[in-house]
């Protein structure tokens, strides 16, 4: 791999990197590590041992620090590829694994959120305790109106794309 970890040195570049501080890095690792070898029934270095080619990711410290890079990044596979040396195929398939196998460490460790709800009572009751609600306001592409009215109540004033917007009534 390219991209390595020791290249990591202060808890900016941690954080740049991982979204987390070395420390929780480690913390997470440990679980990361029962939750590969769960899902796998071996360690990363065993699995690797059995196949003919140099694997790109070694362990499992190399494939949580692919992914979590990935994720924080946003590269495309082709571009994540070359910065972390492999091809773009493999950068995907990579991130597939590593992707699974973080899921199942994070429902293990009772830190994965919950993704559906059957209805908004249950919604409610799920976010009783909280205190803060961030909502993920972004403006979606809408194809532009034809009519003139319509369009001047989607028209932002701004030169980008048209987007359905909330503010406007």
């Keep these: 791999m390219k991209l390595a970890i020791e290249e990591l040195r202060t808890k900016r570049q941690w954080r740049a990197a991982t979204g987390l501080e070395e420390k929780q890095f480690r913390v997470l690792l440990k679980l990361y590590e029962l939750s590969y070898e769960k899902k ?4 990363v270095a065993v699995r690797q ?4 080619v140099t694997p790109s990711l070694q362990t499992e410290e190399e494939l949580l620090f692919f992914t979590l890079f990935s ?5 495309t596979y082709d571009l994540l590829g070359l910065v972390c040396g492999m091809d773009g195929s493999n950068a995907k398939r990579n991130q597939e694994i590593g992707l699974a196998v973080l899921k199942d460490t994070l429902e293990t460790a009772g830190c994965a959120p919950k993704r559906g709800f059957q209805s908004a009572e249950e919604f409610s009751q799920y976010l009783k305790k909280e205190k803060t609600l961030l909502l993920d306001g972004t403006e ?3 194809q ?3 009519d003139a009215e319509e369009q001047k109540m989607m028209y932002s004033g701004k030169k980008r794309t048209y ?7």
């Excluded at 994720?71 to 590269?75: D, E, T, Y």
């Excluded at 987007?163 to 009534?169: L, N, R, Y």
């Design 144 to 146: 532009r109106p034809g």
């Design 140 to 142: 979606q592409r809408i």
């Design 71 to 75: 994720l924080k990044c946003g590269l």
């Design 49 to 52: 041992a059995e196949i003919e």
């Design 163 to 169: 987007g359905e917007s909330v503010s406007h009534q």
């Design 40 to 43: 796998y029934g071996a360690s």
